[in-house]
């Protein structure tokens, strides 16, 4: 059994547990059986895991997961933490008793026998004295993107018109309500179709509907989607934070515009932007209506503006060879 140790809620977002669920499916295509061990149960969630036939274990505080750890050490091929929450402590007293995979996006401190970060220009130097057993093996940078492999069928679109925004299942800062009230004022004859997923969750879901409900602007609502696949294959430009999602877009070849709405974003959407792989507007307390407008309009009026973007694919190496090893 592998047991992964992850949180998806409004104020979490889904982003951990997507990337948690790329080594779920992998774990699963092998026969085994995988557990998700969280703090809060919900049912989107639920329907969601349900659907992949992985399983939900719910327990109330991290205290209640450990002894569940404990109790089921036994039938326990691996633990998978990707949790902010969780320190050296929590991971040290699995340690000694199971493999530990920890993924992490922070350059924290880890007791575990894997670490995977695929922040972009991650290295080993930036973990330095930080993982605390010596033998600790690591993946790092953008080439061991933990990508759902439903996205590796993804045709590029070259639709412009079609623009997907996109700030998290939940979006919890509401940014999809600033970037819309922006390009309502700029771009509202522009006959563009914006789509927008969320999640029955979200904190923003009922301004959300008001807002489109007044709007000029031709905006597509899509709730609790199981995954973007459809979206990907629809539009070929996407504005949204450079958290989890942005490398998948990324690597199903959209045009990407980058708005940080989260603090460890930041570092993200620079080196995407260094890297020739996204446009980076800034953080959305201080996003320029002016230059939001001016980008998208240059991407959709000239032919051959982002189309370098859109050529550069993540390139993919496995994870799950090193992955398989641990069980």
Not at 93 to 116: E, G, K, M
Not at 263 to 284: F, P, R, S, W, Y
Not at 289 to 304: V, Y
Request: charged fraction near 25%.
């Amino acid at each position: 059994m592998i047991v992964i140790i992850c949180d998806a809620t409004k104020d979490i977002g889904y982003g951990h547990l997507k990337r948690c669920l790329a080594l779920a499916f992998f774990y699963r295509k092998l026969g085994l059986r995988v557990i998700f061990l969280m703090r809060y149960r919900s049912a989107v969630v639920k329907n969601l895991l349900g659907q992949h036939g992985i399983g939900l274990v719910v327990r109330s505080d991290h205290g209640k997961c450990l002894l569940y750890l404990f109790e089921k050490k036994d039938q326990i091929k691996l633990v998978i933490i990707d949790h902010y929450e969780i320190g050296t402590g929590f991971e040290k007293s699995i340690f000694n008793l199971l493999p530990v995979l920890v993924i992490d996006d922070l350059c924290r401190s880890h007791w575990c026998d894997l670490l995977v970060d695929q922040t972009i220009n991650r290295t080993v130097q930036q973990y330095d004295k930080k993982l605390k057993d010596t033998s600790t093996r690591t993946l790092l940078g953008i080439g061991y993107t933990l990508i759902d492999p439903v996205y590796r069928t993804i045709k590029t679109n070259q639709d412009k018109r079609n623009i997907l925004i996109t700030f998290g299942a939940t979006d919890s800062e509401g940014a999809v309500l600033k970037v819309l009230e922006i390009l309502e004022n700029t771009m509202g004859d522009a006959g563009l179709i914006f789509h927008v997923p969320l999640s029955s969750m979200s904190f923003c879901l009922d301004s959300f509907l008001k807002l489109i409900s007044k709007s000029n602007l031709d905006i597509r609502l899509y709730q609790d989607l199981p995954d973007l696949c459809s979206l990907y294959e629809k539009c070929g430009i996407a504005i949204g934070a450079p958290g989890t999602s942005v490398l998948e877009r990324i690597f199903c070849g959209l045009i990407n515009l980058t708005v940080v709405v989260a603090e460890n974003q930041k570092e993200v959407g620079e080196n995407l932007a260094d890297q020739g792989l996204t446009i980076c507007l800034g953080n959305i307390q201080t996003l320029d209506a002016e230059k939001l407008t001016r980008k998208l309009k240059q991407m959709i009026e000239i032919p051959t503006y982002g189309a370098e973007l859109q050529k550069r694919r993540s390139e993919e190496r496995r994870v799950g060879k090193e992955c398989a090893s641990m069980c």
